[in-house]
């Protein structure tokens, strides 16, 4: 079988500066949280569910597992990609990914509100934009 | 309400090279697959379970949602955080999202298996390492 390619960034497939904005994705990292907080998965879960409609995304699906002793991981699966939050109550840290692609999607606003939601005392958020050919982000994703 | 702090990097809460490691984000954008592939639910599901496995992860729970008229979305979570897939058959693209946080994890077995399985032509892949506080990635998740 032949090896995968060498990895490369693919200018070619993205020259549309306005279409590439569409899909972005934001890893945030969330310090000092609320414990209890960390720990609900309820909580998350409905934390989740709000952040997606700042956004102005659709969930879809919404699945969550609660770790022993502690800790949660919460998923949304989005008409328009996911949303995502795992955390760690012991280190009062939780690691967050929201991935939208389509037209008019605010995830910016799901970050403020999870930063604010979980009592975070400080964040790092990174914005990736990813790299879909250009006819990608035209349209939003319809489903049934 | 008080507002969120400014965007900030920490690297405080991140000292040790050796483990800040350990909890790595495979973003993969794969480009040229095949459509049928792309388009075949069952298929991208067994993917990522298959990929997990790679890893050394280990998959919790799987959703996906079949687009209309194409494209699916496939989410696995992890006890070691979550795989990812966005596909657009008609444009012959996916987004893959590998996050691993824990020991030993072969995050990058994942990916090269997923560009393999979709016949991806083409592909970028970006390596992100996240910011957990230098203890998360010391111990795997417990699960039960």
């Known amino acids: 079988m032949e090896g995968p390619k060498k990895d490369q960034i693919l200018s070619s497939f993205c020259n549309d500066e306005k279409l590439i904005h569409q899909s972005k994705h ?20 409905c934390s989740l569910d709000r952040a997606a409609k700042l956004a102005k995304a659709t969930v879809l699906n919404l699945i969550s597992n609660k770790f022993e002793p502690q800790g949660v991981t919460a998923i949304a699966l989005l008409a328009e990609s996911h949303i995502s939050i795992h955390t760690w109550p012991e280190s009062n ?5 929201i991935f939208t692609c389509g037209q008019n999607m605010m995830p910016k606003l799901a970050s403020q509100y999870l930063i604010e939601a979980l009592n975070a005392e400080e964040h790092s958020l990174r914005i990736i934009e990813r790299n879909p050919p250009a006819e990608v982000p035209k349209k939003n994703r319809t489903f049934v």
Do not use: I, P, T
């Open 93 to 97: 840290y939780s690691a967050v990914d």
């Open 26 to 45: 934001l890893l945030l990292e969330l310090y000092g949280c609320d414990y209890e907080k960390l720990n609900d998965e309820s909580f998350l879960r």
